[in-house]
T-cell receptor, first 114, second 113 residues
Framework: DQQVKQNSPSLSVQEGRISILNCDYTNSMFDYFLWYKKYPAEGPTFLISISSIKDKNEDGRFTVFLNKSAKHLSLHIVPSQPGDSAVYFCAASRRFMNNNDMRFGAGTRLTVKP | DTEVTQTPKHLVMGMTNKKSLKCEQHMGHRAMYWYKQKAKKPPELMFVYSYEKLSINESVPSRFSPECPNSSLLNLHLHALQPEDSALYLC????????????FGSGTQLSVL
């Protein structure tokens, strides 16, 4: 049972434009959401996160939006750069449970064209 | 040092072999994790250790045996694996209860023949 879903396996955008990556989750007990970025032959690296008490978190070119009623979150990258080309994983956890349990989506491969 | 080091990077083994995957971190993290990732699938949680004690076992078959000998090391012992166990095995670490900052290793790509 996949509790975190990324329905777009790939996304291609032009340099300078906005990239929007989407993620849906099914478990309403999740209270913390994260995005990880993965380059080939490397492990995923933490990018940005958001707590369920917020609906937006911004860090430079990266913004994550959370819609709890729709159980949906999105990552916006503005402006997109070729170095952003990577696989992006959405993840969700039940932080209040303090049990270190985190679930991942299948990933979206972003390609930013020069 | 914010690295999680996994060895080996690649491993090919037969179904009768016994092998071990190793993971090491020196960030003082007391939670360590094993994830399994197959191609085009999400990383799947296998085991979590908190303070060197197994806290989560996601119903993983007994042919996978984790071990946390100290706060810096995490092993995954493999025995009698099946070809379907071929995958990328990722180790991660964090402060206990702070899953928002998981640090991942680059993984071990395992092939079972």
């Amino acid at each position: 049972d996949q509790q975190v879903k990324q329905n777009s396996p790939s996304l291609s955008v032009q340099e300078g434009r906005i990239s929007i990556l989407n993620c849906d989750y099914t478990n309403s007990m999740f209270d913390y959401f994260l995005w990880y970025k993965k380059y080939p032959a490397e492990g995923p690296t933490f990018l940005i996160s958001i707590s369920s008490i917020k609906d937006k978190n911004e860090d430079g070119r990266f913004t994550v939006f959370l819609n709890k009623s729709a159980k949906h979150l999105s990552l916006h990258i503005v402006p997109s750069q070729p170095g952003d080309s990577a696989v992006y994983f959405c993840a969700a956890s039940r932080r209040f449970m303090n049990n270190n349990d985190m679930r991942f989506g299948a990933g979206t491969r972003l390609t930013v064209k020069p | 040092d914010t690295e999680v080091t996994q060895t080996p990077k690649h491993l090919v083994m037969g179904m009768t072999n016994k092998k071990s995957l190793k993971c090491e971190q020196h960030m003082g993290h007391r939670a360590m994790y094993w994830y399994k990732q197959k191609a085009k699938k999400p990383p799947e949680l296998m085991f979590v250790y908190s303070y060197e004690k197994l806290s989560i076992n996601e119903s993983v078959p007994s042919r996978f045996s984790p071990e946390c000998p100290n706060s810096s090391l995490l092993n995954l012992h493999l025995h009698a694996l099946q070809p379907e166990d071929s995958a990328l095995y990722l180790c991660a670490s964090s402060q206990v209860g702070e899953v928002e900052k998981l640090f991942f290793g680059s993984g071990t790509q395992l092939s079972v023949l």
